[in-house]
């Protein structure tokens, strides 16, 4: 795909027939970047989309954006955010922790026993994630946070940076004045991409208890809004 289709692309706000889109993207780029299908690592699609893009588009659409590809008429790419982590996290507390729980309970477990499998792992990791300390004032003086993918093929032609300034742009109006997120080190296309557009490193989690990825590290990101 060449730099003259970028064009085609249309940067605007999240419809609610998107959905399918957005879930088959969340999937298709879950894996530090990369498709999840195949992996045998989290085999229940349904459940990826639960917990990590089915509050944003279900309870803040308003605060989401997509990428079209006008001539295929299909979406390319989002951006999933939020202007207020610390009222988003309990909002995902009450509305989408219990979605999770009922999905691993009535579905996951006897449909798909390699995600559960790969949950259980994941506790281990949680708990060495509690061990660090938190970042001192991040929601104060970066409240919100954002989740952005572009499925293969449309990465690497300025998309993913108009959405980004389309994101940027909204939560400025808003008066928000700062922005965060989150990667890992085996990201690689990420990483250089968020450094480029302005974001600074605040902190590295190095983690040992990765069910699938060795020498894995968390990276926290964020930038100064309106300055």
Not at 173 to 193: C, D, I
Request: glycine share 8%; charged share 20%; proline share 5%.
């Amino acid at each position: 795909m060449s730099s003259q289709q970028i064009p085609n692309i249309i940067v605007g706000g999240y419809r609610k027939n998107d959905e399918p889109a957005i879930a088959e993207i969340v999937y298709r780029t879950g894996f530090n970047g990369e498709d999840l299908t195949g992996r045998n690592f989290i085999d229940d699609q349904r459940l990826f989309f639960l917990m990590w893009a089915a509050y944003y588009v279900w309870y803040e659409p308003e605060h989401c954006f997509v990428a079209v590809d006008a001539i295929k008429e299909m979406v390319v790419g989002y951006i999933l955010g939020t202007p207020d982590t610390p009222s988003q996290e309990k909002r995902f507390l009450s509305k989408i922790a219990p979605r999770l729980l009922l999905r691993l309970a009535s579905v996951t477990w006897w449909r798909y026993p390699q995600t559960i499998w790969t949950h259980l792992k994941m506790l281990k990791m949680g708990t060495e994630l509690s061990k660090y300390k938190k970042i001192e004032n991040l929601y104060q003086e970066y409240p919100a946070h954002l989740h952005i993918d572009l499925l293969p093929g449309y990465q690497g032609l300025g998309i993913g940076t108009r959405l980004m300034r389309c994101f940027e742009e909204h939560l400025t109006s808003l008066g928000v004045p700062g922005v965060h997120l989150e990667t890992t080190n085996h990201n690689t296309r990420a990483v250089p991409f968020y450094k480029k557009l302005g974001y600074s490193l605040l902190q590295e989690k190095k983690l040992t208890s990765h069910p699938a990825v060795a020498d894995f590290s968390i990276l926290t990101f964020a930038k100064k809004l309106g300055v």
